[in-house]
């Protein structure tokens, strides 16, 4: 039987924990925010208000729910601060040692009955419950990027999620209003499993001199109408999780067809990381992003 989620904890404010944020209390959850630095939650709710004023200003919400949403988010720098949660969804980077050190720390100071979900884009559900005191209790919840505008969240459960932690993710994610894709616990899952091959062969096709950054995007945004090119895309999910996800691809899977492209592993050595950074397929610090290749 599901039990209904009233108070969720975010690990993470980068874009994927901004945006779980966001939504979560636009749906009128409350939401306790956390990071590892109090600069980056600053930042993160200033986003989340950018994000919120900019629904308002296209009139999808009203300046009532921006902010009743913004009242009901809270932050906190240490774990500790999400202890009442019925609910922590982990969304730290796409690392599996940083990700297993944080859910230790977390069930030390959880309540017993709470669920743990992690928003990664590629590392097995079953491995990451079992760093946890409660893999029974333990789901992938995995959102897609910019979160407030996507519809789908794949639900993974792990080898000994139960029935009960599952029903209550579907209907957490319902009460969100977003769509759920049930995945099977294989590296990446359903959409990055299709998705992240694509981008790397883009990155490939730049590679081998096939065409250049505009010449790849142009030609995948206008000849097969995807709404951003292969190469934005990587830059805007960012590039150290998109490296991260072929990583995990091509051990899991231990197939050559998914060995990430070497011009990936440069861009990613070289702190050329995508939006975030500033830097990556695209240069943002202008006024309109300049191709880098
Ligand atoms: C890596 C993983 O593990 C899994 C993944 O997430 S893979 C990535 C999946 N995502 C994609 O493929 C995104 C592809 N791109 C798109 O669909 C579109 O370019 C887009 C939705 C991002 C923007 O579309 P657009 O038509 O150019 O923009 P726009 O009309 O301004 O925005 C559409 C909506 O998105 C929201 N939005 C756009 N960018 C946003 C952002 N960075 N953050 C939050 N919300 C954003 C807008 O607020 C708007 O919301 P409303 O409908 O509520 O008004
Ligand atoms: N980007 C995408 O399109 C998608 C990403 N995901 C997944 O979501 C997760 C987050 O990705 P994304 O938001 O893009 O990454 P970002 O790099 O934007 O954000 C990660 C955030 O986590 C923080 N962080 C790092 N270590 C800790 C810690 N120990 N405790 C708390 N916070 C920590 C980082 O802080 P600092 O920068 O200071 O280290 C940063 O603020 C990853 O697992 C990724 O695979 C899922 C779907 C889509």
């Known amino acids: 039987m599901a039990v209904t989620i009233k108070k969720v904890g975010v690990i993470?404010?980068?874009q994927m924990g901004n945006g779980i944020a966001h939504v979560a209390a636009l749906a009128g959850?409350?939401?306790?925010?956390?990071?590892?630095?109090?600069?980056?939650?600053?930042?993160?709710?200033?986003?989340?208000?950018?994000?919120?004023s900019r629904q308002v200003a296209k009139k999808a919400i009203t300046e009532d729910a921006r902010k009743q949403a913004?009242?009901?988010?809270?932050?906190t720098g240490t774990l500790d601060g999400l202890a009442d949660c019925d609910l922590v969804?982990?969304?730290?980077?796409?690392?599996?040692?940083?990700?297993?050190?944080?859910?230790?720390?977390?069930?030390?100071?959880?309540?017993?009955?709470?669920?743990?979900?992690?928003?990664?884009?590629?590392?097995?559900i079953t491995r990451l419950a079992a760093s946890t005191d409660r893999p029974e209790r333990f789901i992938g919840?995995?959102?897609?990027?910019?979160?407030?505008?996507?519809?789908?969240?794949?639900?993974?459960?792990?080898?000994?999620?139960?029935?009960?932690?599952?029903?209550?993710?579907?209907?957490?994610?319902?009460?969100?209003?977003?769509q759920v894709a049930v995945s099977e616990d294989f590296p990446a899952f359903i959409?990055?499993?299709?998705l992240l091959p694509m981008i790397n062969e883009a990155i490939?096709?730049?590679?081998?001199?096939?065409?250049?950054?505009?010449?790849?995007?142009a030609a995948m945004k206008l000849g097969a109408h995807h709404p951003m090119g292969p190469l934005e895309l990587a830059d805007f999910i960012g590039l150290d999780t998109c490296l991260s996800i072929m990583q995990v691809l091509h051990e899991g899977l231990a197939d050559s067809k998914y060995r990430?492209?070497?011009?990936?592993?440069?861009?990613?050595?070289?702190?050329?990381?995508?939006?975030?950074?500033?830097?990556?397929?695209?240069?943002?610090?202008g006024d309109k992003p300049v191709p880098t290749r």
């Open 204 to 217: 490939y096709t730049l590679y081998e001199g096939v065409g250049n950054v505009e010449a790849i995007d």
């Open 29 to 52: 959850l409350d939401v306790v925010l956390n990071d590892v630095s109090d600069e980056r939650l600053k930042s993160a709710m200033a986003t989340i208000n950018g994000h919120l």
């Open 89 to 124: 969804i982990e969304t730290a980077v796409e690392k599996e040692e940083v990700k297993r050190k944080i859910f230790h720390e977390l069930c030390a100071v959880l309540k017993p009955e709470a669920i743990v979900a992690t928003n990664s884009s590629s590392i097995s």
């Open 260 to 285: 990430p492209c070497p011009l990936l592993v440069k861009y990613v050595e070289a702190g050329w990381l995508g939006r975030k950074t500033q830097r990556g397929f695209y240069d943002y610090r």
């Open 141 to 178: 919840i995995h959102f897609m990027n910019p979160v407030p505008a996507m519809e789908l969240v794949e639900l993974i459960r792990g080898i000994a999620t139960d029935d009960n932690t599952f029903d209550t993710a579907k209907e957490f994610v319902g009460k969100l209003g977003k």
């Open 70 to 75: 913004l009242n009901l988010i809270t932050t």
């Open 191 to 194: 959409v990055n499993r299709i």
């Open 12 to 14: 993470g404010s980068g």
